[in-house]
Protein backbone atom coordinates (compact mmCIF):
# COMPACT_ATOMS: atom_id res chain seq x y z
CA UNK A 1 0.00 0.00 0.00
CA UNK A 2 1.53 3.28 -1.15
CA UNK A 3 2.13 5.70 1.57
CA UNK A 4 3.53 9.37 1.26
CA UNK A 5 4.87 11.58 3.82
CA UNK A 6 5.78 15.23 4.13
CA UNK A 7 8.28 16.97 6.33
CA UNK A 8 7.86 19.15 8.08
CA UNK A 9 4.28 19.09 8.52
CA UNK A 10 4.74 23.05 8.69
CA UNK A 11 7.75 25.32 8.29
CA UNK A 12 8.08 29.68 9.18
CA UNK A 13 10.52 31.14 7.21
CA UNK A 14 11.84 35.08 6.67
CA UNK A 15 10.84 36.54 3.27
CA UNK A 16 13.76 36.34 0.63
CA UNK A 17 15.03 32.59 1.89
CA UNK A 18 15.80 29.57 -0.31
CA UNK A 19 13.58 26.46 1.63
CA UNK A 20 13.30 22.98 0.39
CA UNK A 21 10.05 20.74 1.24
CA UNK A 22 10.25 16.85 1.59
CA UNK A 23 8.11 14.16 0.18
CA UNK A 24 8.77 10.10 0.64
CA UNK A 25 6.69 7.40 -0.85
CA UNK A 26 7.04 3.67 0.13
CA UNK A 27 6.51 1.69 -3.09
CA UNK A 28 8.64 3.42 -6.04
CA UNK A 29 6.12 1.70 -8.29
CA UNK A 30 4.71 5.23 -9.39
CA UNK A 31 3.44 7.00 -12.44
CA UNK A 32 4.30 10.48 -12.24
CA UNK A 33 4.58 12.51 -8.83
CA UNK A 34 2.62 16.00 -8.57
CA UNK A 35 2.81 18.52 -6.41
CA UNK A 36 -0.11 20.91 -5.71
CA UNK A 37 -0.53 24.08 -3.35
CA UNK A 38 -3.49 24.64 -1.47
CA UNK A 39 -4.92 28.03 -0.14
CA UNK A 40 -7.26 28.10 3.65
CA UNK A 41 -10.57 27.43 2.54
CA UNK A 42 -9.44 26.68 -1.69
CA UNK A 43 -8.92 24.13 -3.69
CA UNK A 44 -5.82 22.33 -4.99
CA UNK A 45 -3.69 24.28 -7.28
CA UNK A 46 -1.38 21.88 -9.68
CA UNK A 47 2.25 23.69 -9.35
CA UNK A 48 4.53 21.05 -11.29
CA UNK A 49 4.34 17.35 -12.16
CA UNK A 50 7.23 15.23 -12.73
CA UNK A 51 6.79 11.98 -14.53
CA UNK A 52 8.50 8.19 -13.65
CA UNK A 53 11.04 8.52 -16.21
CA UNK A 54 12.25 12.61 -15.46
CA UNK A 55 14.49 13.88 -12.79
CA UNK A 56 12.87 17.44 -12.26
CA UNK A 57 10.50 19.79 -13.17
CA UNK A 58 10.65 23.86 -13.26
CA UNK A 59 8.08 26.37 -13.06
CA UNK A 60 9.93 30.00 -12.53
CA UNK A 61 10.83 29.64 -8.94
CA UNK A 62 9.90 26.20 -8.20
CA UNK A 63 11.88 23.37 -9.10
CA UNK A 64 11.25 19.83 -8.13
CA UNK A 65 13.07 16.64 -8.32
CA UNK A 66 12.37 13.06 -8.06
CA UNK A 67 14.29 10.26 -6.69
CA UNK A 68 12.19 6.81 -7.17
CA UNK A 69 14.85 4.47 -6.01
CA UNK A 70 15.19 6.13 -3.08
CA UNK A 71 11.59 6.90 -2.84
CA UNK A 72 11.57 10.60 -2.64
CA UNK A 73 10.74 13.92 -4.09
CA UNK A 74 11.80 17.74 -3.14
CA UNK A 75 10.14 20.75 -3.85
CA UNK A 76 12.40 23.89 -4.08
CA UNK A 77 10.96 27.66 -4.06
CA UNK A 78 13.63 30.71 -4.40
CA UNK A 79 13.41 33.62 -3.10
CA UNK A 80 10.64 33.18 -0.94
CA UNK A 81 7.79 35.49 -1.02
CA UNK A 82 4.52 36.28 1.26
CA UNK A 83 2.25 35.24 -1.27
CA UNK A 84 4.08 31.86 -1.49
CA UNK A 85 2.23 31.15 2.44
CA UNK A 86 -0.37 28.08 1.75
CA UNK A 87 0.02 24.29 2.45
CA UNK A 88 1.75 22.38 0.01
CA UNK A 89 0.73 18.92 -1.06
CA UNK A 90 2.98 15.91 -2.81
CA UNK A 91 0.61 13.12 -4.50
CA UNK A 92 1.82 10.10 -5.97
CA UNK A 93 -0.04 8.28 -8.81
CA UNK A 94 -0.17 4.89 -8.11
CA UNK A 95 -1.62 1.91 -9.60
CA UNK A 96 -5.29 0.99 -8.15
CA UNK A 97 -5.64 -2.72 -9.91
CA UNK A 98 -3.65 -4.37 -12.73
CA UNK A 99 -6.37 -3.62 -15.20
CA UNK A 100 -4.52 0.02 -14.99
CA UNK A 101 -6.84 2.74 -13.25
CA UNK A 102 -4.75 5.06 -11.02
CA UNK A 103 -4.88 7.13 -8.36
CA UNK A 104 -3.35 9.85 -6.25
CA UNK A 105 -1.98 8.68 -2.89
CA UNK A 106 -1.68 12.50 -0.61
CA UNK A 107 0.59 13.00 1.81
CA UNK A 108 -0.58 15.32 4.64
CA UNK A 109 1.20 18.53 3.25
CA UNK A 110 3.42 21.22 4.73
CA UNK A 111 1.78 24.41 5.78
CA UNK A 112 4.38 27.46 4.81
CA UNK A 113 4.20 30.67 6.07
CA UNK A 114 6.44 33.61 4.33
CA UNK A 115 7.29 35.95 6.86
CA UNK A 116 7.72 40.11 5.54
CA UNK B 1 -8.57 24.58 -15.48
CA UNK B 2 -10.18 21.14 -17.16
CA UNK B 3 -13.74 22.77 -16.69
CA UNK B 4 -14.87 21.05 -13.49
CA UNK B 5 -17.42 22.67 -11.41
CA UNK B 6 -18.86 21.19 -8.05
CA UNK B 7 -21.93 21.68 -6.79
CA UNK B 8 -23.28 22.97 -4.19
CA UNK B 9 -20.60 24.77 -2.75
CA UNK B 10 -21.81 24.45 0.79
CA UNK B 11 -24.09 22.25 2.20
CA UNK B 12 -25.58 21.76 5.81
CA UNK B 13 -27.57 18.66 6.48
CA UNK B 14 -29.14 16.72 9.24
CA UNK B 15 -28.08 13.57 10.27
CA UNK B 16 -29.97 10.63 8.47
CA UNK B 17 -31.14 12.62 5.65
CA UNK B 18 -29.36 11.30 1.96
CA UNK B 19 -27.08 14.16 -0.15
CA UNK B 20 -26.11 14.13 -3.25
CA UNK B 21 -23.04 16.37 -4.53
CA UNK B 22 -22.45 16.60 -8.33
CA UNK B 23 -19.41 17.35 -10.57
CA UNK B 24 -19.14 18.02 -13.62
CA UNK B 25 -16.83 18.55 -16.03
CA UNK B 26 -16.69 20.34 -19.82
CA UNK B 27 -13.86 18.56 -21.68
CA UNK B 28 -15.06 14.42 -21.57
CA UNK B 29 -11.97 13.30 -19.60
CA UNK B 30 -12.74 9.61 -18.76
CA UNK B 31 -11.34 9.53 -15.69
CA UNK B 32 -13.06 10.57 -12.37
CA UNK B 33 -12.42 10.93 -8.76
CA UNK B 34 -14.12 11.91 -5.38
CA UNK B 35 -11.91 12.65 -2.47
CA UNK B 36 -12.65 13.87 1.03
CA UNK B 37 -10.59 15.88 3.55
CA UNK B 38 -10.19 15.78 7.15
CA UNK B 39 -7.45 17.30 9.64
CA UNK B 40 -5.27 15.10 10.16
CA UNK B 41 -5.96 12.62 7.40
CA UNK B 42 -5.42 14.59 4.38
CA UNK B 43 -6.88 13.73 0.95
CA UNK B 44 -8.43 10.08 1.02
CA UNK B 45 -10.13 8.29 -2.18
CA UNK B 46 -13.72 7.16 -1.59
CA UNK B 47 -14.63 6.60 -5.00
CA UNK B 48 -13.81 6.76 -9.38
CA UNK B 49 -14.78 5.96 -12.30
CA UNK B 50 -13.17 4.93 -15.33
CA UNK B 51 -16.20 5.21 -17.52
CA UNK B 52 -19.93 5.86 -17.89
CA UNK B 53 -21.29 3.54 -15.45
CA UNK B 54 -17.96 1.81 -14.52
CA UNK B 55 -17.17 2.96 -10.91
CA UNK B 56 -15.44 1.39 -8.16
CA UNK B 57 -14.45 1.79 -4.51
CA UNK B 58 -11.37 3.67 -3.32
CA UNK B 59 -10.21 3.22 0.43
CA UNK B 60 -13.12 5.56 2.29
CA UNK B 61 -16.83 4.13 0.24
CA UNK B 62 -18.39 3.12 3.16
CA UNK B 63 -21.53 4.83 3.50
CA UNK B 64 -21.05 6.85 0.24
CA UNK B 65 -22.22 5.75 -3.26
CA UNK B 66 -21.71 6.88 -6.72
CA UNK B 67 -23.21 7.01 -10.51
CA UNK B 68 -21.99 7.96 -13.64
CA UNK B 69 -24.99 7.77 -16.61
CA UNK B 70 -23.15 10.51 -18.36
CA UNK B 71 -19.42 11.31 -19.34
CA UNK B 72 -19.92 15.01 -17.86
CA UNK B 73 -21.55 14.22 -14.51
CA UNK B 74 -19.99 12.40 -11.65
CA UNK B 75 -22.83 11.99 -8.87
CA UNK B 76 -21.92 11.35 -5.29
CA UNK B 77 -24.76 9.99 -2.78
CA UNK B 78 -24.52 10.13 0.79
CA UNK B 79 -27.38 7.66 1.55
CA UNK B 80 -27.65 8.02 5.16
CA UNK B 81 -25.36 11.13 6.17
CA UNK B 82 -23.58 11.12 9.66
CA UNK B 83 -21.66 13.44 11.62
CA UNK B 84 -18.59 11.68 10.91
CA UNK B 85 -19.28 12.67 6.80
CA UNK B 86 -18.88 16.09 7.53
CA UNK B 87 -15.80 17.00 5.44
CA UNK B 88 -14.76 18.90 2.50
CA UNK B 89 -15.32 17.15 -0.80
CA UNK B 90 -13.17 17.14 -3.99
CA UNK B 91 -13.75 16.15 -7.29
CA UNK B 92 -10.80 15.57 -9.64
CA UNK B 93 -10.07 14.39 -13.18
CA UNK B 94 -7.06 12.55 -15.03
CA UNK B 95 -6.07 14.42 -17.45
CA UNK B 96 -5.17 13.42 -20.72
CA UNK B 97 -1.80 11.34 -22.64
CA UNK B 98 -0.92 15.01 -23.89
CA UNK B 99 -1.20 16.07 -20.34
CA UNK B 100 1.28 14.20 -18.69
CA UNK B 101 -1.94 12.56 -17.30
CA UNK B 102 -1.96 15.30 -14.50
CA UNK B 103 -4.71 15.80 -12.26
CA UNK B 104 -7.03 18.44 -11.50
CA UNK B 105 -9.42 19.01 -9.05
CA UNK B 106 -12.57 21.05 -8.35
CA UNK B 107 -13.13 24.10 -5.68
CA UNK B 108 -14.38 21.62 -3.57
CA UNK B 109 -17.58 21.30 -1.22
CA UNK B 110 -17.80 21.82 2.17
CA UNK B 111 -20.54 19.53 4.10
CA UNK B 112 -21.56 20.09 7.07
CA UNK B 113 -23.60 17.02 8.72
CA UNK B 114 -25.68 18.63 11.98
Known amino acids: KQEVTQIPAALSVPEGENLVLNCSFT??????LQWFRQDPGKGLTSLLL?????REQTSGRLNASLDKSSGRSTLYIAASQPGDSATYLC???????????????FGKGTKLTVNP | DAGITQSPRHKVTETGTPVTLRCHQT?????MYWYRQDPGHGLRLIHYSYGVKDTDKGEVSDGYSVSRSKTEDFLLTLESATSSQTSVYFCAIRGRREENYGYTFGSGTRLTVV
Open chain 1, 91 to 105: AACTSITQGGSEKLV
Open chain 2, 27 to 31: ENHRY
Open chain 1, 50 to 54: IQSSQ
Open chain 1, 27 to 32: DSAIYN
